[in-house]
């Protein structure tokens, strides 16, 4: 079960007399993050003509995060894009995903969401400069006309913010949503006088492969898709040139 008691991140930790916090958020996202360092290491220690084990699991990964890739950005830059593509992906299914373990999901902190969609940004910026040049790319925000400066800018800098909101309010909005359907099953069990645990998790088990199983995925490809989308418009550009 979620709690719904802090919407904001919760502190665990505290050093140097309180200036340095850990939070619920940080501890879990570094977790992820060794377990998928941890999981490349040991599937490339030995690799293998051909592959078995691990390795084989591995292989079907970055091929399917190949094959993803490839259907909505340009053939040629794929190799350049992919890698960073497979890592959002895959981190950000398994931040989703925490939900399953019985804590708050990574995403569900907005500081998350804006650090995923900010490095995104990033990452949409720099394939626009490739394709325009530098000098290219400041002008581009003047096409067709100058007065329209102000709203490309609005536009970009709007990108970050939509894609930050709409992977914590999905994300946010059911473990709520979870929160309160195991509270209303304890009130509604408690309130007659008995107890049926089996009953508990039982009842809202479709809501919870939803929002804990296939919500995270969801929403992954979600963010991940508008990823390659936004960056393989700006890469069409260079295409055309």
């Given amino acids: 079960m979620h709690s719904t008691d802090h919407l904001g991140p919760r502190i665990i930790m505290s050093i140097f007399d309180g200036k340095i916090m850990i939070t619920e958020t940080v501890f879990f996202a570094l977790i992820?993050?060794?377990?998928?360092i941890v999981f490349a290491l040991i599937s490339t220690r030995?690799?293998?003509?051909?592959p078995k084990g691990i390795q084989l699991i591995a292989e079907i990964i970055v091929d399917l995060?190949?094959?993803?890739?490839?259907?909505?950005?340009?053939?040629?830059?794929?190799?350049?894009?992919?890698p960073y593509i497979g890592t959002l992906f895959i981190f950000c299914m398994l931040a989703n995903a925490t939900?399953?373990?019985?804590?708050?999901?990574?995403?569900?902190?907005?500081n998350t969401a804006?650090?995923?969609s900010i490095v995104t940004f990033f990452v949409i910026q720099g394939s626009s400069i490739y394709s325009h040049g530098f000098l290219g790319w400041i002008k581009h925000y003047g096409d067709p006309y100058p007065f329209m400066a102000p709203i490309m800018i609005i536009k970009d800098i709007s990108l970050p913010i939509s894609l930050a909101f709409r992977l914590f309010g999905n994300i946010t909005g059911g473990m709520i949503i979870m929160a309160f359907l195991f509270k209303a099953l304890h009130s509604a069990t408690d309130g007659l006088g008995i107890t049926i645990p089996f009953l508990h998790y039982m009842i809202p088990l479709p809501a919870n492969l939803f929002f804990d199983v296939f919500e995270p995925v969801l929403q992954s490809f979600i963010f991940t898709t508008l990823t390659m989308a936004f960056v393989s418009m700006q890469l069409a550009v260079h295409e055309d040139h």
């Avoid at 992820?32 to 998928?36: G, L």
Wanted: hydrophobic letters at 50%.
């Fill in 114 to 116: 804006f650090a995923l």
């Fill in 65 to 82: 995060i190949y094959k993803m890739t490839a259907s909505i950005i340009p053939k040629k830059n794929v190799e350049g894009y992919a």
């Fill in 46 to 50: 030995k690799l293998e003509r051909d």
């Fill in 32 to 36: 992820v993050a060794a377990a998928m």
């Fill in 99 to 110: 939900g399953l373990l019985g804590f708050r999901p990574v995403t569900s902190d907005v």
